[in-house]
Each structure stands twice: as structure tokens, then as C-alpha cells.
């Protein structure tokens, strides 16, 4: 027996990635299973529905359709409530679902014992890889976020010499060197920018010197379990504001990343550090979505404060969305080898990857970091 894995057209606002792309469909097809997409849902993406790879899924006008007859749905983004009110039981839903945002939507939602695996909650570990979709759409904010730079900034990134002069490079700050961090480095120095980067783990300083940026020492390490930044403490802060102020004082653009998953992103550019910087110069803030890195940032807006522009965009990833939905798409792929057997949905929750990314189980929230926040009634 085949399964039903369902693709819908996402609908939140800006979103044009898609769950899954022609490869990926074309792959599960290949191994039997019906794959049923509603229309339009590649398009955004720049996959046009009339590619050979999709030839033999079955496409359908509505995302009810696919919801009612699927076995597995997989998005981009959760669901509307009505959609997975129309899951049949038995359903597995796998997408980034946000259970930090609104965990009693997505428990109250579906009338029968669906399972939700959050694909922003895979395990950090080396197996899983190739399932994180944190880093792979971060690899694509990153990018995007030094190209946003470049055509909001008054200078070029390059040293150019010409017969009208010189031009002196561009000086670029990264702050955080995560994936996203790294990729933005990488970005500015492609584009030929000098750039010093920070990050309070100091196990970042031999990657961030491998891109040929140079490690901003503040004296701060804060570097916690599973790879993330922990927050840092009063006197930290005031230590680290210290040092990089003096840095951003000489910066050209300056490219924010620090997050924390499930809580407000860290302020790391206060008011006072804007005020200090040079007219002209570009802040983009990267974690706008999560409160922002910087004081002055305002969620999807550009703001001018004393000639100093602030970016805060939203769903970079989205921006680049054609192949944000190739990686996006093999994360999942690779995730549901786990899960789909030859004529069954097998979830092993002995697996430490289905087991860190399962949050809710046939009905019931099961994941260790949800359980004590859980409810059946919406607040």
C-alpha cells in the first residue's frame, strides 16, 4: 500500500517557499508513493507545474483536498487551523510549526490523533545534518542579508582602483558566527569587504579566521550545550557593549544574527551604540522577527536614525526561494526515510532524531519541552 504525501500552497503572508520541490517529489514517486500537491504551490518558487519531474503527481485545486486525502502533509509553515481540522486520523504533519508561538493552535486544531514532527526542533547532532532546517535556511538568510546591505549602502563593498581614484573597501561587522553568521562573512568577503566578526563562543574564532575575517575579543564566552549561545549576564553585556561599540564606530555595515530559539533575541546594539556610528553606514538585522539584535530595529521596516539605516526584513530565506525549497525540501526528504516504511508511517520514538523533533503524538503533546505548556482548550 502506497502513502499520500500532501504538499499545500503556504499562506502566510511573504511566503513563497515550497515543502517540497520537483526532486524530491519525483524521488518519493519513484518509490511508490502518490504525492498530491495543491496548485499553485511551486509557482512562487519558481517551479513551473508543467516540469517533467512533477509529471506524475496528482495535482489538486485546494489545500482541503490534499488535507483530507493525505497521510503525511508536509509545509513549509503551519498549517491553517481549518486544514488540520480536516487531517484524518492517523495524519502526520511535518513542517516548521512554531510550537513556540502558539502550541495550543496546533493541539486544538485537528479533530483526530494526528502526530506533528517540528522540523526546527531536529536535533542538533551530527546524523541529523541533513534534516536541519535551521541551518540550511540560514544559509540562505545569510546570504541575503549582506545582499540587502550592499543595495541599501551608499558605498561598494570592493577596493577599486580606477583612473577617477581609489576607492577604499568596505568595512563589515558580523555579529554571531553561527551558520548564518558564517555565510554572511562569507558573503562580504566574496563581495570584497574587510570584515571582523564577534560571537561569545569563542570556539567560533577558528572558523570566523578561516573565511578570512578577523575574531572581535570582547573576553566573553558563553557558549552553551548543543552548539547555541546562552545569554549573557549584566556584567557581560556591559563588557562585550564595550568593546564592540568601538568596532561599530568604524564599521560600514554591520550584519546582526544572534538568536535564541523559543525566546527574544538577545539586544546587542543599543541606541546609544547607533548613535555612534557614521552616517551612511547599514544595519541588518537578521533577527528582526525575534525582537531584533538592535533597539532601533522595527519588524519589516527600514529606519533612518541620524543617517545610519536599519533594516529589519523578514523570512529572508524567502527571498531566495527556489533554492531555500531545494534545501528545505531534502531536509525533509531525508527526515521522512526515517518515518516512511514500505506500506506503513513508522515513527520509532527510540530514534533520537524523531524523538527530539516529534511534538505532538497521536493527539498528545509528548515532547519533553512542550509537555509542561501544553493545553487542549486555546488560551
Same mark, same amino acid.
Given at each position: 500500500? /502506497? ?9 502566510? &503572508? ?18 511508490? $508513493? ?13 517551479? #513551473? ?7 506524475? #503527481? ?10 483530507? %486525502? ?15 481540522? =480536516? ?12 510550537? $513556540? ?10 479533530? !483526530?490523533?494526528? +502526530? ?18 535551521? /541551518? /540550511?535556511?540560514?544559509?540562505? #538568510? ?54 571582523? %566578526?564577534?560571537?561569545?563562543? @569563542? %570556539? ?8 578570512? #575575517? ?9 557558549? +552553551? ?10 556584567? !557581560? ?9 568601538? $568596532?561599530?564606530? @568604524? ?9 535564541? &530559539? ?16 557614521? %552616517?551612511?553606514?547599514? *544595519? ?38 527556489? $533554492? ?11 527526515? =521522512?526515510?526515517?518515518? *516512511?516504511?514500505?506500506? /506503513? ?22 515532547? &519533553? ?11
Amino acid at each position: 500500500m /502506497s502513502l499520500v504525501i500532501g504538499v499545500i500552497k503556504e499562506t502566510a &503572508p511573504g511566503e513563497r517557499r515550497v515543502a517540497l520541490d520537483p526532486t524530491a517529489v519525483g524521488k518519493l514517486l519513484g518509490q511508490g $508513493h502518490q504525492v498530491m500537491i495543491e496548485r499553485g504551490a511551486g509557482t512562487a518558487a519558481g517551479f #513551473a507545474e508543467d516540469q517533467e519531474a512533477w509529471a506524475n #503527481a496528482q495535482w489538486v485545486e485546494d489545500a482541503h483536498a490534499v488535507a483530507k %486525502a493525505a497521510d503525511v502533509l508536509v509545509c513549509v509553515r503551519r498549517p491553517t487551523a481549518e486544514t488540520l481540522a =480536516l487531517l484524518k486520523s492517523g495524519a502526520v504533519v511535518v513542517g516548521q510549526l512554531q510550537p $513556540h508561538l502558539a502550541l495550543d493552535e496546533l493541539v486544538a486544531a485537528p479533530t !483526530e490523533a494526528v +502526530s506533528m514532527v517540528a522540523m526546527e526542533l531536529v536535533p542538533r547532532i551530527t546524523r541529523a545534518q541533513a534534516m536541519d532546517v535551521l /541551518s /540550511s535556511q540560514a544559509t540562505v #538568510a545569510g546570504y541575503k542579508a549582506v545582499i540587502l546591505a550592499a543595495e541599501c549602502s551608499p558605498r561598494l563593498f570592493p577596493m577599486l582602483t580606477t583612473a577617477a581614484g581609489t576607492l577604499r573597501p568596505a568595512k563589515a561587522v558580523v555579529v554571531g558566527a553561527g551558520v548564518a553568521g558564517l555565510q554572511a562573512i562569507a558573503t562580504c568577503r566574496r563581495l570584497g569587504a574587510q570584515v571582523e %566578526a564577534y560571537d561569545i563562543r @569563542k %570556539a567560533a574564532r577558528e572558523q570566523v579566521e578561516s573565511l578570512g #575575517a578577523t575574531m572581535i575579543d570582547t573576553g566573553v564566552d558563553a557558549e +552553551s550545550e548543543g552548539g547555541y549561545a546562552r545569554e549573557l549576564t549584566d556584567d !557581560e553585556k556591559q563588557q562585550q557593549a564595550d568593546v564592540l561599540a568601538q $568596532h561599530l564606530a @568604524k564599521a560600514d555595515v554591520v550584519i546582526t544574527t544572534a538568536a535564541i &530559539p523559543g525566546r527574544p533575541a538577545p539586544k546587542i546594539i543599543t541606541q546609544t551604540m547607533v548613535k555612534g556610528m557614521r %552616517a551612511g553606514s547599514v *544595519i541588518v538585522d537578521m533577527a528582526a522577527e525575534s525582537g531584533g539584535n538592535c533597539e532601533l530595529t522595527q519588524v519589516g521596516e527600514t529606519v533612518d536614525v541620524n543617517g545610519v539605516l536599519i533594516q529589519g526584513p523578514t523570512n529572508l530565506p524567502s527571498m531566495a526561494p527556489l $533554492h531555500a525549497s531545494e534545501m528545505y525540501a531534502k531536509n525533509v526528504s531525508n527526515l =521522512l526515510a526515517l518515518m *516512511i516504511g514500505d506500506e /506503513s508511517i513508522q515513527i520509532d520514538q527510540d530514534d533520537e532524531v524523531i524523538a527530539g523533533c516529534l511534538l505532538i503524538h497521536q493527539g498528545e503533546v509528548i515532547h &519533553p519541552g512542550f509537555i509542561a505548556s501544553a493545553s487542549k482548550e486555546p488560551s
